[in-house]
């Protein structure tokens, strides 16, 4: 079975500093997919950042970049210089037979 | 701009009420999706659909069913609302051929009262 799993379910971060929020996951695939998802107070669910798993290099995104291990099954986001619009629930989440599989987010906070 | 439409942002029904949560996307794609949001769960899938009049059930899809009549209108129905379906529910769409392009509604919070 393929599981996602957040182990943090808050984080803090001064604004202009770096976060990271973690993200594991299990799959048998040797190909796949892998999302960061931002969710804020609207609820409408954005894509942050990608990465596919035959490539190496780590995906970036602006200010979001992607620590990818796939022999580790981690998949963390690094959020640099915070924002208060970074504001928000994030989601790790894979494609699973056609279908999204979530792991259980982290509620980011940024501190003025 | 490509949109799936949730029909209702909150809702408020009795118990044992049935209830119509509906969902229209307008990107023409095959694939359509409920979704469960709740604390420390994350998204549960309860039901997707592949095509007009296909579905397949999801991780939890006791007390729910669907409807897709047309590409672009997936229904979600509560048969008979229990207060344990006060919830979050998310609608997705996706293109069939790309993995990593899905859509989502802005949510329809549901409270059973």
């Known amino acids: 079975a393929q599981t996602v799993t957040q182990s943090q379910p808050e984080m803090s971060v001064q604004e202009a500093e770096t976060v990271t929020l973690s993200c594991t996951y299990d799959?048998?695939?040797?190909?796949?997919?892998l999302f960061w998802y931002k969710q804020p107070p609207s609820r409408q669910m954005i894509l942050v950042i990608r990465?596919?798993?035959?490539?190496?290099q780590n995906a970036t995104e602006n200010r979001f970049s992607v620590n990818f291990q796939k022999a580790a099954k981690s998949f963390s986001l690094k959020i640099s210089d915070s924002q208060l619009g970074d504001a928000a629930m994030y989601f790790c989440a894979m494609p699973r037979k056609n279908k999204l599989v979530f792991g259980a987010g982290t509620i980011l906070r940024v501190k003025s | 701009d490509v949109k799936v439409t949730q029909s209702s942002r909150y809702l408020v029904k009795r118990t044992g009420e049935k209830v119509f949560l509906e969902c229209v996307q307008d990107m023409d794609h095959e694939n359509m999706f409920w979704y469960r949001q709740d604390p420390g769960l994350g998204l549960r899938l309860i039901y997707f659909?592949?095509?007009?009049?296909?579905?397949e059930k999801g991780d939890i899809p006791e007390g729910y069913s669907v409807s897709r009549e047309k590409k672009e209108r997936f229904s979600l129905i509560l048969e008979s609302a229990s207060t344990n379906q006060t919830s979050m529910y998310l609608c997705a769409s996706r293109d069939r051929d790309r993995d990593d392009g899905y859509t989502f509604g802005s949510g329809t919070r549901l409270t059973v009262v």
């Open positions: 990465q596919e798993a035959y490539k190496q």
């Open positions: 799959t048998s695939e040797s190909d796949y997919y």
């Open positions: 659909s592949y095509d007009v009049k296909m579905k």
